[in-house]
């Protein structure tokens, strides 16, 4: 079975500074690597994913996520938030391209502060 | 461009009533999903398809019934609501490369 951890439920960080928030996943088979964001009284929208090729990801607003087998993560960054970017984010993890469902992380909220 | 519609958006129940959260998708996706969403908890499956007529269970089936007769329509079905089902639902097709398309959500409260 595969599973998503997400180390910080909470992140708060000042505007214009970088910012990392941590996803781990356990699996035995290759997986395929989702982040997702929700603002406030929204659905979710995908931010980038990893299915295969180069481990280095760019996403929509800025986001990257470097995936890396050996230690089982694909951390999401920004090297500069700003205030609109305080959202809930969620890892996601499927081993057969999504095509089934996904699994999710249990969220990380972030909080840009002025 | 609707993508994925679902409704009702909010809706309150008494125990032991029972309701359907619909949900309808324009994109032609085989794959469609519901969630739920919790706090501190992320979102977690609860039942999925695969296409019009093939259903299976997710990780928190209990309570929950869901049929596909059509490609577009994935409604899931409270057979006899409990308050552990107060929850926020949320209803997903899944597109080619595996990326969710979500609707807005249905916030249920059931007293």
């Known amino acids: 079975a595969q599973s998503v951890t997400q180390l910080d439920s909470q992140v708060p960080v000042f505007e214009e500074a970088p910012v990392e928030l941590r996803c781990n996943y356990s699996?035995?088979?290759?997986?395929?690597l989702f982040w997702y964001v929700q603002y406030p009284n929204q659905g979710l929208q995908l931010l980038l994913k990893?299915?295969?090729?180069?481990?280095l990801v760019k996403g929509i607003n800025g986001f990257e996520a470097e995936f890396n087998k050996s230690q089982t993560s694909f951390h999401l960054r920004k090297p500069s938030v700003h205030i609109s970017d305080t959202a809930e984010y969620f890892c996601?993890?499927?081993?057969?391209?999504?095509?089934?469902?996904?699994?999710f992380g249990s969220g990380t909220r972030l909080q840009v502060q002025p | 461009n609707a993508g994925v519609t679902q409704t009702p958006k909010f809706q309150v129940l008494k125990t032991g009533q029972s309701m359907t959260l619909q949900c309808a998708q324009d994109?032609?996706?085989?794959?469609m999903s519901w969630y739920r969403q919790d706090p501190g908890m992320g979102l977690r499956l609860i039942h999925y398809?695969?296409?019009?007529?093939?259903?299976d269970q997710g990780e928190v089936p209990n309570g929950y019934n869901v049929s596909r007769s059509t490609t577009e329509d994935f409604p899931l079905r409270l057979l006899s609501a409990a308050p552990s089902q107060t929850s926020v639902y949320f209803c997903?097709?899944?597109?080619?490369?595996?990326?969710?398309?979500f609707g807005e959500g249905s916030r249920l409260t059931v007293l």
């Open positions: 996601a993890v499927s081993m057969d391209t999504g095509r089934r469902a996904l699994t």
């Open positions: 997903a097709s899944i597109g080619n490369t595996g990326e969710l398309f």
């Open positions: 990893y299915l295969s090729g180069s481990t």
């Open positions: 398809s695969v296409g019009a007529g093939i259903t």
């Open positions: 994109m032609n996706h085989e794959y």
């Open positions: 699996s035995s088979v290759s997986v395929y």
